[in-house]
């Protein structure tokens, strides 16, 4: 790591805000360059705060990736809507994200989350792989009219595009310091919150309409077995027992292709073999129980 006085090393806390499904937590498995972050088509799949690491050689950027912002309607939204103000909070910078071709209005709640915002701001246009770069054009300017943002980066997080010079703008503007984290860390969040997060991730791929809402998956047993494989039981919670049935399917189908597809999901990311055990359990309301929220770690 060799560096010279007047290239100090850089280091801080960068949060990403934005609107439910404009690709922000697709964004930080880009820059970081592993999945740490589920992403699916629905919008609300981020539920809790989740924190990246990226070390370059003068930098490391510590990226915080959040729910989409939203006006709550539950108790768990609520929770949602407090991860992103506690992680704005924390921030040494602010990456608000927005969409190409989704023009925001005057009174957009996030344009209006980042007037609270003191830190220094930069805004990211995703998903430009999707509109003629015409049109991006007049968004660019309207993002710049609003005086918000030091500068207006368009991207691709799907196609990598774009990237090399967010980052930059992103490093120049850390504050020098050492890092926070070891170089071989990739988050503070342990093994169980992401194998959690892959088995939901199944299921807002698979269900429809209230299911991936309804859901929330939390570790029951994690056991490390030196010479054998782990044995996870994660037990998957609904709010009604028509769910339960869904997520079951008949015979069982339904909950074995989860228990498949999760468990390839959970030994790509723990590079190592496991055994998943899933129980699908009813609890009537848990979006709306304060215990519940917090034993499922949304509080
Ligand atoms: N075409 C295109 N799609 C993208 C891009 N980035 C993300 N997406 C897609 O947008 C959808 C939402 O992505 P997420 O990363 O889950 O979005 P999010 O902002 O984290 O969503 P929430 O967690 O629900 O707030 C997924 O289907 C992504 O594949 C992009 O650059 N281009
Ligand atoms: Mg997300």
Redesign the pocket.
């Known amino acids: 790591m060799s560096r010279t006085s007047d290239t100090p090393f850089r280091s801080g806390y960068v949060a990403l805000a ?1 609107r ?7 964004l930080m498995n880009a820059l970081i360059a592993e999945k740490l972050a589920i ?3 629905k ?4 539920r809790r705060r989740v924190l990246g690491i990226l070390n370059g050689t003068d930098y490391q950027v510590i990226l915080l990736d959040t ?2 912002w939203l006006t709550p309607k539950y108790l768990l939204q609520k929770a949602m809507t407090q991860a992103v103000e506690a992680a704005l909070a924390d921030a040494d910078l602010v990456l608000m994200i927005t969409e190409a071709g989704v023009p925001e209005e005057a009174d957009d709640p996030v344009l209006d989350l980042m007037r609270t915002v003191r830190q220094p701001r930069l805004l990211a246009i ?2 430009i ?2 509109i003629e770069k015409t049109l991006l054009l007049p968004q660019i300017d309207a993002l710049h009219q609003a005086a918000l943002f030091e500068a207006v980066i368009p991207i ?4 990598k595009d774009g990237l090399d010079v967010l980052l930059e703008q992103i490093r120049i503007r850390l504050p020098a310091g050492e890092p926070f984290y070891p170089p071989d860390m990739l988050s503070d969040a342990p093994e169980r919150f992401f194998v959690g997060e892959l088995i939901r991730e199944q299921i807002f791929h698979r269900f429809q309409d209230e299911i991936p809402y309804a859901t929330a998956v939390h570790i029951q047993t994690f056991e490390e077995n030196p010479g054998r494989k782990d044995l996870i039981e994660a037990v998957i919670t609904v709010e009604r027992d028509s769910q339960k049935a869904i997520l079951i399917g008949k015979g069982g189908k339904a909950l074995k292709e989860i228990g498949t597809a999760g468990r390839a999901a959970i030994e790509a990311f723990l590079e190592r073999p496991v055994f998943l055990k899933l129980v699908v359990r009813v609890r009537k309301k848990w979006r709306q129980d304060r215990h519940l929220l917090r034993q499922f770690g949304y509080t």
């Open positions: 934005g439910p499904n404009v690709g922000k937590s697709t992403v699916s088509p919008p609300q799949t981020t729910p989409g995703n998903k792989d999707r691709s997080a799907l196609k």
